[in-house]
């Protein structure tokens, strides 16, 4: 595995060879492909070359695949990040052939999969790879889905989609009953839901002591509903079966408890509550188009009795379910940010993207593990959640992404002057001191200004990779890196003192 200095260089190189036809030969094996699938692959590929009209190329491209085919008999499996094959005839003398093959395998892992013949060796994937210093997570969401990604350089990577299962928001009367619903009021007995007026005391339970009550009628909607829900009980009364919106909520008694379920939840075999706290069970359960008028209700206690069936009254409630189902999945996307991001080593900073409410609730709530809600780096508006809003996020944190590599280093040279200036004991400044500290092993982190040239970097970055050192590069396009490239361009922090 090479450094992406090595990287830089062997790119540089590789840039300056042109063929004098299509005759220059790039294999890129992706990290995880069965190496022996793709040498298979090659050699298939020489009867192919056999076909083309030119002698001098057919020759070149031949020859490239055979040295290509033979160099990979040496590899057992395809290593770990990938692996990259360049291989051809550099020679400048038309005649004359200078055979060559460069191979390497990348600082990341390779995603792209290719065999090319071109004037050129193709480098583009390896250009991107080399520009990214870090990587970035992304999330977009709203309450119905989120889309969890990964930013690499200019590559986005849809990692995991999730959905909610919360139902859209309703407004006041979203839940409905149709208007021949009994309902019991007080003075007027059985009354058609249609004919309750605000005002109305109407009976339904204390949950506080499960004993009937009647309580006022607060307000009254009509709403128009495409379908519904006819469902058949064993009650006693008229008909034995209510007629609903598949959002109105019925209360069912489970498992010793009463539980809220919104229609279309419920199933046959079911218990409703009833009248005298009598339960009673659903035989059928029926979707019809009622393409009419419905009526919803809200009262004092939030539940009244409909066909002798206790059921929730308003969208108040209803908006209390769809919040607990949202702050569950809430809950379930920070734990998936958690098992995507918690150890990836690389990761710079997060991106979060959504609506106003959704994405400010998510973080604000503290979902996230500490260790993750501190690598937020920016929170944006936009309107999608699928992989068209990971996009949109990225697009719109332009001016964010671009600081962060200046934060980085700006916090690298923070830490390396404090040290310098409270324990230089524990730095090393310069050339000379800092080629002394990578002699003895002392270099923990080696700090290194571009300005310094490339030969040098590669040298002393390599003394550094020898004992275990971080390097770290840093440009002048700051007060701080121009200092520093001032100061030398050249200095360690130290594991420990040096004489």
């Not at 055979?99 to 995603?111: F, I, S, T």
């Not at 991107?128 to 210093?133: F, V």
């Not at 498992?255 to 009673?280: P, V």
């Amino acid at each position: 595995m090479i450094s992406k200095e090595e990287l830089a260089e062997l790119i540089e190189e590789l840039e300056i060879y042109k063929g004098r036809a299509t005759e220059l030969v790039t294999v890129y094996i992706p990290a995880g492909q069965n190496i022996y699938t793709v040498a298979d692959q090659l050699e298939a590929e020489k009867s192919t070359a056999k076909n083309i009209k030119s002698t001098s190329t057919r020759k070149n491209v031949g020859n490239a695949l055979d040295k290509i085919t033979r160099y990979l008999k040496d590899y057992k499996k395809t290593p770990e990040n990938g692996l990259a094959i360049f291989c051809g005839n550099i020679s400048k003398v038309e005649g004359q052939e200078d055979l060559r093959l460069w191979d390497m395998e990348p600082p990341m892992p390779l995603k792209v999969r290719m065999y090319r013949c071109d004037k050129e060796f193709i480098l583009d994937p390896l250009r991107e790879m080399n520009a990214i210093t870090e990587v970035f997570g992304l999330l977009v969401m709203d309450r119905k889905e989120a889309t969890i990604g990964l930013l690499e350089g200019k590559s986005i990577e849809v990692l995991q989609k999730m959905t909610s299962g919360v139902p859209s928001k309703v407004r006041a009367g979203g839940q409905c009953l149709f208007q021949d619903t009994i309902i019991n009021v007080k003075r007027k007995g059985d009354i058609k839901i249609n004919d309750v007026k605000k005002g109305d005391l109407i009976k339904g339970i204390d949950f506080n002591n499960m004993n009937e009550t009647y309580n006022k009628c607060l307000k009254k909607w009509l709403v128009n509903k495409n379908k519904s829900l006819l469902v058949i009980t064993n009650g006693d009364y008229p008909s034995s079966e209510i007629n609903s919106s598949l959002d109105h909520i019925f209360y069912i008694y489970y498992k010793g408890k009463i539980k809220e379920t919104i229609a279309s939840k419920l199933k046959i075999g079911d218990f409703l509550i009833g009248r005298n706290n009598k339960l009673i069970k659903i035989l059928s359960i029926d979707m019809i188009g009622s393409g009419e008028r419905l009526i919803d209700l809200e009262v004092e206690n939030k539940n009244f009795f409909a066909n002798e069936i206790l059921v929730h009254n308003s969208s108040q409630r209803f908006h209390r379910i769809t919040e607990g189902l949202t702050k569950e999945f809430y809950k379930r996307i920070a734990d998936e940010m958690k098992n995507i991001f918690y150890e990836m080593p690389k990761l710079k900073g997060i991106l979060i993207g959504g609506p106003v409410p959704t994405k400010d609730e998510f973080l604000d709530g503290q979902y996230l593990p500490t260790r993750l809600q501190g690598k937020v780096i920016g929170r944006v508006d936009i309107g999608g959640s699928d992989e068209s809003g990971l996009k949109e996020l990225v697009q719109r944190s332009q001016d964010i992404l671009a600081g962060q590599e200046i934060v980085h280093e700006k916090k690298i040279l923070e830490r390396f002057f404090q040290t310098l200036g409270e324990k230089p004991e524990l730095a090393a400044l310069k050339e000379p001191q800092t080629l002394h500290a990578l002699e003895y092993g002392a270099v923990d982190l080696l700090v290194l200004s571009r300005n310094i040239g490339k030969a040098k970097i590669k040298e002393l970055s390599e003394l550094a990779k020898n004992t275990g050192a971080s390097v770290e590069i840093i440009s002048i396009e700051t007060e701080e890196g121009q200092q520093f490239a001032n100061m030398g361009g050249i200095g360690a922090i130290l594991r420990f003192r040096v004489q």
